[in-house]
């Protein structure tokens, strides 16, 4: 993958929820001498990537990084499912505005759903067929990738 010989000046994380935020920070202690090889310096702010980010995101949101060099990874896991319609219609243009030369977006796979105990799928006649109260939907394979070209097309990858 293009993202293993990739070095990092710095990983800079946003987190909504500052319990998760200090989940963060204690999964990068755990790991810290992995990712010093990786990124010396790891910040996390609990934020809003989208309406409000951190003073020190905004240029990096907007591709403008200390060394005046490209963004190298941008990383959103489990993030765009929590999303409603019009945040979720903003959030490439700040995950991709800075044109990152690698950008990972995780989320649940829809797909898979029909091997967990208890998930059942709006066809199935399920109210909320979501593995997380918070989801607002869960995607298939092939609407996630109509999503992720759709997103990358629209910022020049």
Request: net charge negative.
């Amino acid at each position: 993958p293009p993202f293993r010989s990739l070095r990092l000046a710095e990983l800079l994380g946003v987190e909504l929820r500052e319990q998760a935020a200090e989940q963060a920070v204690e999964a990068i202690k755990t790991r810290s001498a992995a990712l010093a090889e990786k990124a010396p310096r790891t910040r996390i702010y609990l934020g809003d990537m989208l309406d409000a980010p951190p003073p020190e995101l905004r240029d990096i949101i907007r591709g403008e990084n200390d060394d005046g060099g490209a963004n190298g990874l941008v990383w959103a896991s489990e993030v765009v499912e929590h999303l409603d319609p019009e945040p979720l219609d903003r959030f490439p243009a700040a995950l991709l505005g800075g044109h990152p030369q690698v950008a990972v977006v995780t989320t649940p796979n829809a797909d898979y759903n029909v091997h967990l105990p208890g998930v059942r799928r709006p066809c199935d006649g399920a109210e909320r067929p979501f593995r997380d109260p918070d989801h607002r939907f869960e995607w298939t394979r092939a609407q996630f990738q109509e999503w992720a070209k759709a997103a990358a097309f629209t910022h020049g990858y």
